[in-house]
RNA sequence: GGCCCAGUAGUUCAGUUGGUUAGAACGCCAGCCUGUCACGCUGGAGGUCGACGGUUCGAGCCCGUUCUGGGUCGCCA
């Protein structure tokens, strides 16, 4: 039988010398520094520690030992004679009476060395996973989110939330993403699904009467991956409060999140409440992206009215936005650069001019611009030695170009952006409505469960034609840091006759209600309380404090850009027989 | 589905205008080394240059197709 250890390899000092001790684990490395003289170091999860070996004897074993493999060292604790001020465990060392092999390493060499496992290919990684988190460094991402995670736990549940579970398995919902389908045994022919979100049981819970709930959610949709969106399955911090405006479920948020970022997060300063609120529209105006990165003092200026007819082609009949950059130094090289990324994150053209030191303008489109240039001076406050970037197209594409220049001149321009923080806002006031691009008709903006600001007042005024349906906006929210969209919520329609009026106006009504969400369209039939929630994502929480540019360093199990797991061969034929009694045939195109 | 980037030793990469036997570092193997800690030194093994086709006297390099991976747009109530 397997006797415990006495000490990890991250806890013994200087004064436990002298000691009898047991330790275990990986064997990471053996510096052998001569016939009968060599460095053991061993690594559990809490460290490394060094045992040294020098009889020839042991030294013989320990070379047949192929590293990684696990082993435990029987021994005495000594001071060394040359410290490592560089370990924690640096002042001792363990001589060892004994040495086992508890799992041999079959292999000489692996996938990748396990400590620069982070620089190997991503899929090697993948597929090696188990051997990937041996890696320290890959492994603080997950202990991070552990941490993370039980904060979150715990300041809910302090905050009087009840953590209350959801079915995994659900039925398929009409809106939103793509979902997981799962084959029904005993009902041929019909499907379960897995939830896109709790959105419904929430909500259902609260025309229970559970005041406040929240969940460590998990969330399955079937789109494609980016670098911070895990495809087909994340979690979400997801909580819900009844009797509860907006104000409300800020409130929480800025109580629970800033404590938690500034303890666990690679920067330690968070802003602190209230975060501030900024409508979609102004958000689209002023930095030109509905997650702006207010770390960065830039700002989008509108030249419309000021360059729209100056004579340069791409700006005739346009909306022009102008981002300004004071006491600008950097080259033309640098310039040329910066609008080649433009284009290429954004897709539209970036263009340019200075002001120099001697109050001319030059460079970029400059010639076009001499004729009114006190005026734009004037107009755009500029000094000398002032860069001025500039977009163009209609409205939402030269606003959303000017926010790539504002973010990356922030971020490449020395000056104009405090890094190492993290700063919350808060977007409000989404539109309700939008013309969908493929139908021209009137659609849902976001998700049809938000209460229209002005209630069914204002949704009869759109029915009656006193109205504009556009400008219409919804009590939804985003909860947004350092550019990053952290969560969507919003205060719920829980009012029958709004909910079929607001469905009316696209073209629908209490019979599509009532087919869409059976469920919630009863229940909130039989007297259901103002709610409001939100759902912050706990994976890009968590990357966001690990200060990692992928979602996939800090899920313990990541899947791949395609939806693989390359280690345990997911997704996976199955046997006929399975097939067979879910009632499937498969019908695959070669 | 569109676009961009990458694919050369176990790993990370270099490879000039198309030209002899495709290199380096780390890792691996062997030897040396009595205080290393990224130990050091010497030597060695290790390659379907992602695949297929084309151009050429000659292709890792040029062209075409394709596969794989990543990024991004679409998509993400």
Redesign the pocket.
């Known amino acids: 039988m397997f006797q415990s250890r006495t000490h990890t390899c991250g806890e013994l000092r200087i004064e436990d010398a002298g000691k009898k001790v047991k330790i275990v684990g990986w064997m990471e490395?053996v510096?052998?520094?001569?016939?009968?003289?060599a460095?053991v170091v061993v690594r559990d999860f809490y460290g490394t520690t060094?045992a040294?070996v020098q009889n020839e004897d042991m030294m013989s074993f320990v070379k047949g030992i192929?590293?990684e493999s696990t082993i435990s060292i029987e021994g005495e604790v000594r001071e060394?004679?040359?410290?490592?001020p560089?370990?924690p465990t640096?002042d001792i060392?363990v001589v060892p009476e004994k040495i086992e092999v508890l799992g041999r390493c079959r292999y000489?060499?692996?996938?990748?060395?396990i400590n620069?496992s982070r620089?190997?290919?991503?899929?090697?990684r993948l597929k090696y996973r188990y051997l990937d988190l041996r890696n320290p460094e890959v492994k603080s991402n997950i202990v991070l989110r552990c941490n993370v995670v039980a904060a979150l736990r715990k300041s809910m549940t302090e905050h009087g939330f009840l953590e209350i579970t959801t079915p995994i398995l659900t039925a398929s919902?009409p809106?939103?993403?793509?979902d997981y389908l799962v084959p029904a045994r005993n009902h041929p022919g019909k499907f379960y699904a897995l939830p896109?979100?709790p959105?419904q049981f929430k909500q259902l819970l609260m025309t229970s009467g559970f005041d406040r709930y929240f969940q460590i959610a998990p969330c399955f949709?079937d789109?494609?991956?980016?670098?911070?969106?895990s495809p087909g399955e994340f979690y979400q911090l997801d909580m819900e409060m009844a009797f509860a405006n907006q104000e409300d479920v800020f409130a929480v948020l800025e109580d629970v999140l800033p404590p938690i970022f500034a303890k666990y997060g690679k920067y330690n300063v968070a802003s602190e409440a209230p975060f501030k609120r900024i409508s979609f529209s102004d958000s689209m105006e002023i930095y030109g992206s509905d997650k702006p990165d207010l770390r960065i003092d830039l700002v989008v200026r509108d030249a419309t009215e000021l360059l729209s007819d100056c004579g340069f082609e791409p700006f005739a009949g346009s909306t022009v936005k102008a981002v300004v950059v004071p006491d600008f130094t950097q080259t033309r090289k640098f310039i040329d650069q910066l609008c080649a990324d433009v284009e290429v994150?954004s897709g539209n053209k970036a263009f340019w001019f200075r002001l120099d030191e001697n109050f001319d303008l030059v460079g970029g489109i400059s010639k076009f611009l001499t004729e009114r240039k006190n005026a734009i001076i004037a107009a755009l406050d500029l000094k000398p030695n002032c860069f001025v970037g500039l977009t163009s197209g209609k409205k939402l594409a030269a606003q959303k170009t000017a926010g790539v220049l504002r973010k990356m001149l922030g971020a490449s321009v020395p000056g104009h952006m405090d890094a190492e923080r993290y700063e919350f806002c808060w977007i409000v006031d989404f539109p309700m409505y939008e013309i969908g691009?493929e139908s021209g008709e009137l659609e849902?903006c976001?998700?049809?469960f938000s209460m229209p600001n002005g209630g069914l007042e204002i949704l009869d005024k759109v029915e009656k034609g006193e109205a504009d349906p556009l400008a219409i906006t919804a009590y939804q929210y985003d909860l947004v840091c350092n550019g990053v969209e952290l969560s969507?919520g919003a205060v719920r329609n829980h009012d029958p006759e709004i909910m079929i009026k607001a469905f009316e106006l696209v073209g629908l009504g209490e019979d599509d209600v009532k087919a869409k969400f059976p469920a919630m369209y009863n229940a909130f039939c039989y007297g259901a309380p103002p709610h409001a929630g939100i759902a912050p994502g706990v994976d890009r929480m968590v990357m966001l404090l690990a200060g990692e540019d992928?979602i996939r360093e800090i899920i313990p199990f990541p899947m791949?850009?395609?939806a693989?797991d390359l280690m345990m061969g997911a997704p996976s034929a199955v046997e006929p027989k399975q097939l067979r009694e879910l009632h499937i045939v498969l019908d695959v195109k070669e």
């Open positions: 490395n510096r052998e520094v001569s016939a009968n003289l460095f060094q040294v192929t590293r060394r004679t040359s410290k490592n560089n370990l640096g060392e000489n060499e692996l996938p990748f060395q620069h620089e190997a290919d991503e899929a090697t919902s809106e939103g993403a793509r896109q979100a959105q949709r789109e494609d991956a980016r670098a911070d969106r994150v691009e849902f976001h998700n049809p969507s992928s791949n850009k395609t693989q």
